[in-house]
């Protein structure tokens, strides 16, 4: 499914983060909040009122750019005009309108999208008189808001789901095929890696079209199989031409990252595992993908075999809660590793829409569980009737039991290991849910 993208954009200090964590918090429920996903988000999947959607703090990404608070917030804006659906413009309710206030008013007239003007730190009704500067823009989405507060955000957030587009479940010329993302912050080799792949002779390449505007997508033939590389368009251009810049875009990874089945997240093995590298992650896992991680730029490291095992001791601690992704050490500028990749990427995807049959399953657990039964709960025996297989992309399982609330987590770590040994799933998370038997 693929949300449509709110951004929030605006000049530094007039509450951008604020608004921000107010939508996460208070009204607003973020999806699920996974381990290893950390606090200092600057985007989060949210649901509100039945509909979902992505929002972006625009404030919190990290632009190199020279060239001071204007080239900043005009980098910012720019980039949220052409990447979210609808753009949360937030303003000063104290301070008026500023001279950069203006500039991105300006490139906001330009822009063929929906703007919200959002008026900030406007407490109550009392402070409404501020707003009679603003009224002079002559826009019609005119809120005044307290972030701090929570004045008018209600208000705000009503009238934004009513405009935004809904989440679309894309009709693409490619379904069925496995969907591969290349993802990875910058400069760990990511179009390095996309132009390997598409430049083997070995392979039969040709591009179609992405499901939006500025992304493309190329179908890959490798041996007998095809596979959809989503958004080389975008890999590529970041690599060439914007280099110096700021390359990494978060709603761009999120919107490669939701269509696809699997993520291949490229490493540097060199500088070894950074924050961002563990928010991916985070979005991968709660997103649900397959993943493989590409430790690349391995031509560098010397004393491999030794390196090796520290890397993955250094995976294991850091990706705690993804020990079951393949991992392969490589240098994207020769294409020796490429079979391997293609190799994984069949398992991880055998893995990932493989259904277990019920009588498997359950012939299958009898014994594990009677070997290896839960703990009693409250001095009460916790019994499993039954296992089925309720979803495939990912895998989720669902058993049901006399007292759900008596089954530890510990217990269902036991139980997806037990199906990883013998089931395989390599690369994919797996759920258990545990329901009351009726
Ligand atoms: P992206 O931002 O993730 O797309 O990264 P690029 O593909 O643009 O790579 C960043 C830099 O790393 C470029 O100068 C590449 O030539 C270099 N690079 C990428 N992969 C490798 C590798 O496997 N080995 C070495 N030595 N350099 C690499």
């Known amino acids: 499914m693929q949300r449509p993208i709110i951004a929030i954009i605006g000049r530094p200090n007039v509450g951008k983060s604020r608004l921000f964590n107010r939508l996460l918090g208070k009204r607003v429920a973020i999806v699920e909040e996974e381990p290893g996903v950390t606090r200092d ?4 999947l949210c649901d509100y009122l039945g509909r979902s959607f992505t929002v ?3 404030g919190g990404l990290n ?3 020279h060239g001071g608070i204007m080239a900043q917030v005009g980098e910012q804006t720019k980039r949220a005009i052409q990447e979210a659906d609808l753009l949360l413009f937030v303003m000063d309710g104290k301070e008026g309108i500023t001279p950069v206030d203006q500039e991105i008013l300006e490139l906001l007239r330009h822009a063929s999208k929906t703007v919200f003007y959002v008026v900030n730190k406007i407490d109550g009704p009392r402070d409404e008189k501020r707003m009679v ?9 005119l809120y005044p808001i307290s972030a701090e507060h929570g004045y008018g955000v209600a208000e705000l957030l009503e009238q934004v789901i009513k405009v935004l587009p809904p989440s679309e479940q894309p009709a693409e010329p490619s379904n069925g095929l496995p969907k591969i993302a290349v993802v990875g912050r910058p ?3 990511k179009s390095t890696l996309v132009n390997t792949i598409l430049g083997e002779e070995r392979l039969l390449t040709s591009e179609i079209p992405g499901t939006t505007r500025d992304s493309i997508d190329t179908l890959v033939q490798y041996k007998d199989k095809k596979y959809v590389f989503i958004d080389t368009a975008g890999i590529r251009r970041r690599g060439r031409i ?7 875009s978060v709603s761009r990874t999120l919107k490669s990252l939701e269509r696809c089945d699997v993520a291949l997240l490229l490493l540097d093995g060199q500088e070894g595992v950074v924050e961002q590298d563990t928010k991916i992650v985070g979005q991968i896992l709660k997103l649900g993908k397959g993943c493989i991680l590409l430790i690349n730029k391995w031509d560098l490291r010397e004393k ?5 095992e520290k890397f993955r001791a250094e995976l294991a601690r850091r990706f705690a809660f993804l020990p079951y992704a393949p991992t392969l050490f490589l240098t994207a500028l020769t294409a020796k590793k490429i079979p391997q990749v293609f190799t994984l990427v069949d398992q991880v995807m055998t893995a990932y829409t493989q259904r277990i049959t019920t009588a498997d399953l359950n012939r299958f657990f009898e014994a594990r569980v009677k070997d290896h039964p839960p703990p009693s709960y409250r001095g009460r025996r916790v019994k499993l009737y039954y296992f089925t297989q309720a979803e495939t992309r990912p895998p989720v399982f669902v058993t049901f039991c006399n007292y759900p609330a008596g089954v530890p987590a510990s217990y269902l770590r036991y139980l997806e290991n037990q199906l990883r040994a013998i089931f395989g799933f390599v690369g994919v998370p797996i759920k258990i849910l545990v329901r009351k038997k009726r």
């Open 41 to 44: 988000r600057n985007y989060a």
């Open 56 to 58: 972006v703090d625009t």
């Open 63 to 65: 632009l190199t750019i």
């Open 133 to 141: 500067d603003f009224y002079q823009l002559g826009v019609d989405s």
């Open 187 to 189: 400069n760990v080799g």
């Open 242 to 248: 914007e280099s110096g810049v700021e390359r990494f």
């Open 304 to 308: 491999k075999t030794q390196a090796m």
